[in-house]
């Protein structure tokens, strides 16, 4: 009766008299009187035995219950996710720089994240033009500022004409602003010398990863042998695989061929789509170019091969192209799967359905924490659309202000505009200095023994493959670990910078490679280069 007191008895010190009195008896009877000096609790308390307080402890074990969400309880495909490049070794450089802040000494005196594609984190500065019209979005106060110039106030002032109440901070449709899917529309028949583009194909997302996460949603279905096969390149970018696994989708391999620069081979394609066939469904084919974490750009003829393979096999075709303004190597140049599916003629154009992806993210701009991005989706079936707007809707919109981001990408200065001689000079300093890190990085690790590194045609990103000792790959194996992950570990304790074992992008089986980002400033990337080129040679020694 007396085991629980009321919230209302609790809060005016009120106990139950047989409690108090059960209390202060055993207090005082277990050990007689209590000494001089000791004191009692105040009239109006519980004064508690220890036999008591035992068993107020067994009651409240048997009021806690099993956790409902456990590791046994939770979704099996949630489990199933992994994604490397915030993966383990990402969560160890986050403890080596606590206990850097906390002065434990290392053999450096900072960590250097290498693992990811964040340019700005890397110290590039923003495009000033971008900036200033988000501003203006953000504060609209600040378009009767002088310090802003008229081709930005007019980009901001036709942005928020779109919003609802001229506000950034209104929702807007899930498809996103309708003039911004006009300018994206405006912006791909630019870059692809006239080939149409429609505003209604459309969708405004948050980066690339929220097209590319939609898209696969809608495309997956079936059970058993019908379950529905995703065609990826390895090595691949994690979104991928991690998205794959949470839809409980089938993973199909397809590999690069690095002795060939990391190029994309049909008769590989085929090889691994008839292998599929026998125990799934496999319908959708995905492309990554420029290549993430390969940096090949694909030529324009293996395009066609793909477009064609894919039409051949009723293949549903995803071409990631965030990279697409990251293009280095002389004779090299991107070409869009929209404008060559155009190219190739009504037969393929009428038919082969595609969605194509752009972000903020990559290319000169590096805003990645916008999450500015859209999709291009072409030949969907017109009840599909219906469908694709409903899924999009049930997250609302697209943050406003990525859509804003998104705008200036598609939609920047032209010559005569009042900013566009500042903004080419920014975007092409970017692009340049991207260049010459590209060539330094392929250059430096092609001269470390045991190291060998592909041209790096495009994105922002080394992908060298490492020679491991035969004494290291057992040690590997001793800790549970995939070797170049082992390599990896080391090479982020001994030196502090962290890259992402090759083994978190997919490799062909008995190779080991890593991917590293050139976004460093050039007098950090070359300490890095030097820092990593000591290392490799010191590992080769203790594991030989």
Not at 503 to 508: D, H, L, M, N, T
Request: proline share 6%.
């Amino acid at each position: 009766m007396h085991r629980f007191v009321s919230a209302a008895g609790r809060a005016a010190g009120r106990v139950p008299t047989s409690c108090r009195g059960a209390g202060e008896e055993a207090l005082r009877g277990a050990v007689g009187r209590p000494p001089r000096g000791a004191r009692l609790p105040p009239e109006g308390t519980a004064r508690w035995s220890s036999a008591a307080k035992a068993s107020a402890v067994k009651i409240n074990e048997k009021a806690s219950r099993e956790k409902i969400l456990t590791l046994e309880s939770m979704n099996p495909q949630v489990k199933a996710v992994e994604y490397a490049v915030r993966g383990p070794i990402v969560h160890k450089a986050g403890e080596i720089e606590k206990e850097l802040r906390k002065g434990i000494k290392k053999p450096f005196t900072e960590v250097i994240k290498a693992n990811i594609g964040d340019a700005q984190a890397m110290g590039q500065r923003p495009i000033t033009f971008l900036r200033q019209v988000v501003a203006l979005c953000t504060y609209p106060n600040l378009l009767d500022s002088p310090s802003f110039p008229e081709d930005a106030k007019k980009r901001a002032r036709r942005i928020l004409q779109g919003c609802g109440g001229n506000s950034l901070g209104a929702y807007t449709a899930s498809q996103g602003i309708n003039c911004i899917r006009e300018d994206v529309a405006s912006y791909i028949e630019r870059r692809d010398g006239g080939v149409p583009a429609d505003p209604d194909n459309i969708y405004l997302t948050t980066g690339a990863s929220d097209g590319i996460t939609s898209i696969l949603k809608i495309l997956v279905s079936g059970g058993g042998k019908s379950r529905t096969g995703v065609m990826i390149p390895i090595p691949q970018y994690p979104l991928y695989s991690a998205v794959i696994s949470e839809l409980d989708a089938i993973q199909v391999n397809y590999y690069l061929d690095e002795e060939n620069c990391w190029s994309l081979d049909v008769n590989e394609l085929r090889r691994s789509l008839n292998e599929a066939k026998a125990y799934c469904n496999p319908k959708v084919l995905c492309i990554i170019n420029p290549g993430n974490p390969t940096g090949q750009v694909q030529s324009r003829k293996c395009i066609e091969d793909v477009i064609h393979f894919a039409w051949e096999e009723k293949l549903f075709l995803l071409a990631d192209e965030v990279y697409q303004d990251n293009v280095y190597s002389e004779g090299c140049q991107f070409h869009s799967f929209k404008k060559i599916l155009y190219e190739m003629g009504p037969e393929y154009s009428n038919n082969v359905e595609l969605a194509s992806f752009h972000s903020t993210s990559k290319g000169y701009m590096g805003e990645c924490g916008y999450r500015g991005g859209y999709m291009e989706v072409l030949n969907l079936h017109p009840d599909i659309k219906g469908q694709l707007v409903k899924l999009l809707s049930v997250r609302l919109c697209p943050p406003v202000s990525g859509q804003a981001a998104m705008d200036i990408v598609v939609n920047p200065p032209v010559p005569g505009e009042e900013s566009y001689s500042q903004f080419i000079k920014e975007k092409e300093s970017v692009l340049n200095n991207l260049a010459k890190k590209a060539k330094l990085a392929e250059d430096m690790f092609n001269k470390v023994p045991g190291v060998k590194c592909n041209p790096l045609q495009g994105a922002m990103y080394a992908f060298p493959r490492i020679f491991i000792p035969s004494k290291a790959i057992e040690e590997a194996k001793a800790h549970k670990m995939a070797p170049d992950m082992f390599y990896c570990m080391k090479l982020l304790e001994e030196t502090g910078i962290c890259v992402v074992p090759g083994s978190g992008f997919g490799q062909r089986e008995g190779t080991y490679h890593f991917r590293m980002t050139i976004l460093p400033q050039v007098d950090k990337l070359k300490i890095l280069l030097e820092k990593m080129k000591d290392f490799h040679i010191k590992f080769l020694e203790k594991y030989a």
